[in-house]
């Protein structure tokens, strides 16, 4: 099993539509949970990032964190054309630098 | 302006043709790592540094050598390039009070024939 599963897509929606983004992951000593998204012929970048379990919101943008199920989830509402991107969930233990990256969902928000 | 540089954006080069990509930061960041990207695979790390002439092997390090002399450069050296190791490459820094903020290079598109 690996450590980060995350459904590569691609995820296509119309403008205006509320999207779930998804990953699980194996290893229950990761502590921090992040977001990036990365435009196309660019680096990525970080969107958000939760500590433990919980929600945190960030605009039209929500992280959730179920350790309990090893879940976490990006949720993005009205959703505009300039969120296409891949979106890739990325994890650490908190203890060093080292991030583990799911491979990344490719979503299209068509006008 | 905060930025991560990565050098030559792209190149191609023929197979066993030394070559080096360079990485600066100029956040004064203490973490530096590289990583390689590649369809179906994703972003996997390939050598990391914790701060000057301190670095360790990430997950996938065969075909490459690393350095770091100075603070705000790590640049990543293919010995003997490989047309396995055709890919994007991205220089990643962190500070040390924020592990889980890594900020990445624009990328650097290598095709080895």
């Known amino acids: 099993q690996k450590e980060v599963e995350q459904d590569p897509g691609p995820l296509s929606v119309p403008e205006g539509a509320i999207v779930s983004l998804n990953c699980t992951y194996s290893n229950s000593a990761f502590q921090y949970f992040m977001w990036y998204r990365q435009y196309s012929r660019k680096g990525p970048e970080l969107l958000m990032y939760t500590y433990s379990s919980g929600n945190k919101e960030d605009g039209r943008f929500t992280a959730q964190v179920d350790k309990s199920s090893k879940y976490i989830s990006l949720f993005i509402r009205d959703s505009q054309p300039s969120d296409s991107a891949t979106y890739l969930c990325a994890m650490n233990q908190g203890s060093n630098y080292k991030l583990t990256f799911g491979k990344g969902t490719l979503l299209t928000v068509n006008p | 302006e905060a930025q991560v540089t990565q050098n030559p954006r792209y190149l191609i080069t023929v197979t066993g043709k030394k070559l080096t990509v360079t990485c600066s930061q100029n956040m004064n960041h203490e973490y530096m790592s590289w990583y390689r990207q590649d369809p179906g695979l994703g972003l996997r790390q390939i050598y990391y540094?914790?701060?000057?002439?301190?670095?360790d092997k990430g997950d996938v390090p065969e075909g490459y050598k690393v350095s770091r002399k100075e603070k705000r450069n790590f640049p990543l050296i293919l010995e003997s390039p490989s047309p396995n190791q055709t890919s994007l490459y991205f220089c990643?820094?962190?500070?040390?009070?924020?592990?889980?903020?890594?900020?990445f290079g624009p990328g650097t598109r290598l095709t080895v024939t």
């Open positions: 540094s914790m701060n000057v002439e301190v670095t």
């Open positions: 990643a820094s962190s500070s040390d009070r924020a592990a889980y903020e890594q900020y």
